[in-house]
């Protein structure tokens, strides 16, 4: 047995460092008030005892898996060291054009060389060498994950470098126009995938569910352009963008021949995944060396919380701290992790507090229990973010003024639409995700409701307006002073929108 304890230790030094930073981290006064929130609390966390047979078991697994090629894929480097460069200003065209002809010939990408791309690369090796040092370190964590559901889903393996572009490996990140996560999912397009987002948990953040939802919508967009330059384009900026730059380019499909017909930023959008995929595959050829993450993926292990725990809660009992469990569980917004019957919420974990979490449930529970008995400010409750509505624009109405009433942002409305500018249109039915939406009742008073005639058609002059592309009968009406909409739909026997089609003929007659 002793034998066997010196080979682990020789196998696994950091299990005496994250020894070591256990014992650094206990905190020696557990009988003293905590504050928690603002609460006082005189609650002491319970005395966690863990079984040495299973504890044993779980290091000769880690031991073993340290010892693999899953822990031999970078030689790490201090962060604070000088990274030297060989081939950064001596890279030269012919040399590139060899390598990317290489990756187009082992990848299902058209990797082809032109100008832009060379100086694409040659821009990130000059300005971001040291951050794809650090993005190495953090695809460390993350990539063997990635992997295991691309291949489950029949996914070229190098789409694990989508991620980097889309989020640089940053779980909680979120772009101007609301996309968030490792694979920068809008609210919209998450729902579509089951990605939950209430008032404790985005799961969209969640690197497994985020991953497994990229995999669907990725394998959906390949099959329908059977192209993976193309099923990339559209992930980016819709496949309703991407068919429409086919279209212009009198129906070719290769993403080089269509890319002057795509969106600005989806026409940078593919050189910065090749230039990404040429970077990290010939990483060590420009001596751009990883630095060292918080901890790898298989030395962590998840349960299944049953009873509504918090971040603080966690750290007394286990003596962790936030900035451990916020990068293993970043989809807990409030550092809360609910429970909801029927409902699996995890808790991430190194493997050897795994252990003794699942040792002293009961007392972690009943800690936990009384800890939130005793606050005097309760928890948030737990809401479910609300499901969509169809607004239908009225007479006055703006984005700006849409967005307000439904706590949310115009670009929102504008994405979730596909609206390429502000202007709207009476009638119109827009889909919104409300956030802040409150009905108010109307008030308890007597209203005197006139019965309105039909006004008869007056006679006389009148001027003749022929309707033109994205005209509505608000933006007609501004045109004629003193003029209003019903007036327009009464003198013309409009009475749906449909009909207002251009080159329609309109009286418009002297007020």
Known sequence: MRFVYIFILLLSPSLLFAQKTTNELKDNN????????????????PELIDHSDANLIDSLWV?????????????????????????????STELLKERLAHLNSTTPFNVEYNSSLERLIKHYLKTRKKSLGILMGRAEYYFPMFEEHLDKYNIPLEIKYLAIVESALRPTARSRVGASGLWQFMYYTGKQFDLEVNSYVDERHDPI??????CKFLSQLYNTFNDWDLALAAYNSGPGNVSKAIRRSGGSRNYWNI??????ETAGYLPAFYATLYLMEYAD?????PQKFITK?????????????????????????????????????????????????????????IGKFVSNEEQIYAYAKEDLAKREKQLPKFQTASDKIRYRVRN????????????VGVSQIKRWNGLRSNNLKIGQRLTIYPKNYKFTSSKSKTTTTKKTTPQPTPTGKYTT???????????????????????IKNWNNIWSVKSLKPGTKLKIYKS
């Open 465 to 487: 307006y022929t309707v033109k592309k994205g005209d509505s009968l608000w933006i007609i009406s501004k045109k004629f002073p003193k003029v209003s909409v019903e007036q």
């Open 63 to 91: 031991a073993r898996l340290r010892a693999s090629s899953l822990d031999n894929d970078f030689q790490y480097v201090d962060p604070e060291e000088e990274i030297s460069d060989t081939l950064n200003s001596g890279l």
């Open 30 to 45: 557990t009988t003293k008030a905590l504050k928690i929130n603002g609460d006082s609390l005189k609650v002491n966390p």
């Open 209 to 214: 569910r985020a991953t497994e939802a990229a």
């Open 396 to 407: 006055g109405d703006y984005l700006g003024k849409i967005a307000k009433r439904y706590g």
């Open 259 to 264: 890319r002057h017909n795509l969106p600005r």
């Open 285 to 289: 050829e420009h001596s751009i060396r």
């Open 297 to 353: 993926r298989f030395e962590t292990d998840t349960i299944v919380v049953k009873h509504q725990i918090t971040f603080d809660e966690i750290n007394k009992v286990l003596n962790t701290d936030n900035e451990l469990l916020e990068h293993l569980n970043p989809q807990y917004k409030l550092k809360i992790i609910p429970f909801v019957k029927e409902k699996k919420y995890t808790l991430r974990l190194p493997v050897n507090l």
